[in-house]
């Protein structure tokens, strides 16, 4: 009765079994040095906004609610803060963009209570107007600096012109800009991505 043996793996079969293995081991180690070294970056940040390198603080002094009360710098402490700077009133444009920034704290959802939205007003407010505009939207900070020196350091940390968006950090830093955007869709999905990363709750 023949006896049945088991079939050996011959020098080539092995050597090419270890040229794969070996391939397999090493091939990453090639892709990511050569990309180093071609300085190769991605297409496209994961923001939407404009990262500030390095953030600004916001200054500390000068601030009144927009009916002329003080407003102590600590009350824009311990949340994010979604917040667009206009110079003397908000118009139709500036309202129609607060309506905006409304809609994005809305689809935050349960993350809502983290957020805070403010207007700051820089130069001769118009009380009247900001009056209005509180009544419109109850639950957003008026912020307004009238004069002084405080003027130019509230305006070095918010240097935009237009409607620009900034998103500041619970430290209050200033670390994201929106120059005006079109739509605020792309303010949501960066917010919604520090919330949920951020250790500061």
């Given at each position: 009765?023949?006896?049945?043996t088991?079939?050996?793996?011959?020098p080539?079969?092995?050597?090419?079994?270890l040229?794969?293995?070996?391939?397999?081991?090493?091939?990453?180690f090639?892709?990511?040095s050569?990309l180093?070294w071609l300085d190769?970056?991605?297409?496209?940040?994961a923001?939407h906004g404009?990262?500030?390198?390095?953030?600004?603080?916001?200054?500390?002094?000068g601030l009144?609610?927009?009916?002329?009360?003080?407003?102590?710098s600590?009350?824009?402490?311990?949340?994010?803060?979604?917040?667009?700077p206009?110079?003397?009133v908000c118009?139709?444009?500036?309202?129609?963009?607060l309506?905006q920034?409304?809609?994005?704290?809305v689809?935050?959802?349960?993350?809502?209570?983290?957020?805070?939205r403010?207007l700051?007003?820089?130069?001769?407010?118009?009380?009247?107007?900001?009056?209005?505009v509180q009544?419109r939207?109850?639950?957003?900070?008026?912020?307004?600096?009238?004069s002084g020196?405080a003027?130019?350091?509230?305006?070095?940390?918010?240097?935009?012109?237009g409607?620009p968006?900034y998103?500041?950090?619970?430290?209050g830093?200033?670390?994201m800009?929106?120059a005006?955007?079109?739509?605020?869709?792309g303010?949501?999905?960066?917010?919604?991505?520090?919330?949920?990363?951020?250790w500061i709750?």
């Amino acid at each position: 009765m023949p006896t049945m043996t088991a079939a050996l793996p011959t020098p080539n079969s092995s050597r090419r079994t270890l040229l794969l293995l070996a391939t397999i081991f090493f091939l990453p180690f090639f892709i990511s040095s050569g990309l180093f070294w071609l300085d190769w970056r991605p297409g496209k940040f994961a923001n939407h906004g404009d990262l500030l390198q390095p953030p600004r603080p916001l200054p500390e002094t000068g601030l009144l609610h927009g009916d002329g009360r003080p407003l102590p710098s600590t009350e824009l402490r311990g949340k994010w803060l979604l917040l667009m700077p206009v110079q003397d009133v908000c118009n139709a444009s500036c309202q129609t963009r607060l309506q905006q920034m409304l809609q994005v704290h809305v689809a935050l959802n349960k993350e809502q209570s983290r957020l805070q939205r403010v207007l700051f007003v820089g130069g001769a407010a118009d009380t009247a107007n900001l009056v209005q505009v509180q009544q419109r939207f109850p639950d957003l900070v008026i912020a307004s600096v009238p004069s002084g020196t405080a003027v130019d350091a509230w305006e070095r940390a918010l240097d935009g012109r237009g409607h620009p968006i900034y998103i500041v950090d619970p430290l209050g830093n200033v670390m994201m800009r929106y120059a005006e955007p079109n739509d605020l869709r792309g303010v949501l999905k960066d917010l919604e991505r520090l919330l949920k990363y951020s250790w500061i709750r």
